[in-house]
T-cell receptor
Framework: DTGVSQNPRHKITKRGQNVTFRCDPI?????LYWYRQTLGQGPEFLTY????????KSRLLSDRFSAERPKGSFSTLEIQRTEQGDSAMYLC???????????????FGQGTRLTVV | AQSVTQLGSHVSVSEGALVLLRCNYS??????LFWYVQYPNQGLQLLLK??????LVKGINGFEAEFKKSETSFHLTKPSAHMSDAAEYFC???????????FGAGTRLFVKA
């Protein structure tokens, strides 16, 4: 297993278009997270899944954003009617939750850089 | 609520000098604390983590961090900087159990020859 994989690595789109990103987590990991990182800032939490259930969504995740993890494996993040303010790096991470509070390490993918023009 | 403050958005050191990156946290419950490194156009790589065991945590690439509850700090250090250490460093806090992680704004480390 080569770690968390995100596709595409880069996406340029025109304002108003829809975009979809994919994240493939480490195969045995049951938790998957999406973060957004704008220039000069740390990653901001967007949402996370345990298996196929979406357990939490940030208020940053407007109605234009939707995330799915249909079979508890890969996940997609869709942005509808993109705006220039959506330009950012979108990071995916995964972790293995086995019921122990010591299980705290999330492994990050390389991210998808979105540019809205 | 949890939060992280990284003091200094940019730090510059000479090669071979001590690296000190500062992080203070706020958490209503015993925290789990992390330092991540990010190279340009890359994802985040975990340097080290504190999970309530030893307060002095050793990580990869010669980095270490000390958890000081009384100061609510988790500063990152490295005795001797190398050119390859130039990157962005993020301090982060989590409640543990694989819950969401809250990141600081980051500190960019420059290493001068």
């Amino acid at each position: 297993d080569t770690g968390v994989s995100q596709n595409p690595r880069h996406k340029i789109t025109k304002r108003g278009q829809n975009v979809t990103f994919r994240c493939d987590p480490i195969s045995e990991h049951n938790r998957l997270y999406w973060y957004r990182q704008t220039l000069g800032q740390g990653p901001e939490f967007l949402t996370y899944f345990q298996n196929e259930a979406q357990l939490e969504k940030s208020r940053l995740l407007s109605d234009r954003f939707s995330a799915e993890r249909p079979k508890g494996s890969f996940s997609t993040l869709e942005i509808q009617r993109t705006e220039q303010g959506d330009s950012a790096m979108y990071l995916c991470a995964s972790s293995l939750w086995k019921g122990s509070v010591r299980d705290t390490e999330a492994f990050f993918g390389q991210g998808t850089r979105l540019t809205v023009v | 609520a949890q939060s992280v403050t990284q003091l200094g958005s940019h730090v510059s050191v000479s090669e071979g000098a001590l690296v000190l990156l500062r992080c203070n946290y706020s958490s209503s419950v015993p925290p789990y604390l992390f330092w991540y490194v990010q190279y340009p156009n890359q994802g985040l790589q975990l340097l080290l983590k504190y999970t309530s065991a030893a307060t002095l945590v050793k990580g990869i690439n010669g980095f270490e961090a000390e958890f000081k509850k009384s100061e609510t700090s988790f500063h990152l250090t490295k005795p001797s900087a190398h050119m390859s250490d130039a990157a962005e460093y993020f301090c982060a806090v989590s409640m543990g159990g694989g819950f969401k992680t809250i990141f600081g704004a980051g500190t960019r480390l420059f290493v001068k020859a």
